[in-house]
């Protein structure tokens, strides 16, 4: 008896091409997870001191939620200054996974083709991103300005027991120019 041995090419590559798929969706969901230990709702407030001293009451709220795509986060921030209107300041991104294991990248506007994309920071627009490290969910904002300098806002938001820290600092051109700190509840 005589065996005729077949080879077979997808025989020898299903086990890698089904390791590949198995740990591609662990990455995305990994990612995924990361995010969504952040969803909900903080509230709170922070003194915010100027440079020549002054102190201004902010009130601060940030809602971080699920997208189809990745996640999003509004946030408000409302000056409290004596003898004026409260200012308030509201923004609110798109986050979507990029090919970096925990890094996001901002959907801000739809190009020609309807895909989210980044805004130009060339054009004066802001560059935004964001990155999950263990408990810190940080977003960047960085602009460039008319002359090439630049200024960078970094949003550190860290959950906590009730709640999470937030740690907000501006750099322009090197030199720190504010930190904002504050603990947000948990609503």
């Not at 997808?10 to 995924?32: E, R």
């Not at 009451?57 to 971080?64: F, N, Y």
């Not at 020609?112 to 935004?128: A, D, I, S, T």
Request: proline share 4%; aromatic share 10%; hydrophobic share 40%.
């Amino acid at each position: 008896m005589q065996f005729i041995k077949i080879f077979n090419p997808l025989k020898n590559h299903i086990l890698p091409v089904f390791s590949l798929i198995v740990a591609m969706v662990m990455i995305a969901t990994n990612a995924q997870a990361d995010f969504l230990n952040f969803v909900g709702t903080y509230t709170g407030s922070a003194l915010v001191v100027a440079a020549d001293g002054t102190e201004t009451p902010r009130d601060l709220s940030v809602t971080i939620s699920e997208t189809k795509k990745g996640f999003r986060v509004h946030w408000k921030s409302i000056d409290q200054k004596k003898n004026k209107s409260p200012k308030e300041k509201s923004y609110t991104i798109e986050f979507v996974p990029s090919n970096r294991d925990t890094v996001f990248a901002a959907a801000m506007r739809k190009n020609l083709f309807g895909h989210e994309v980044q805004l130009n920071p060339m054009e004066g627009e802001p560059y935004v991103w964001s990155r999950i490290e263990g408990d810190t969910l940080t977003l960047y904002s960085l602009h460039v300005a008319e002359h090439g300098g630049y200024s960078l806002q970094q949003y550190d938001r860290t959950i906590t027991k009730g709640g999470m820290n937030l740690r907000f600092k501006t750099i322009t051109d090197g030199a720190v120019q504010r930190v904002v700190e504050a603990f947000l509840q948990r609503q």
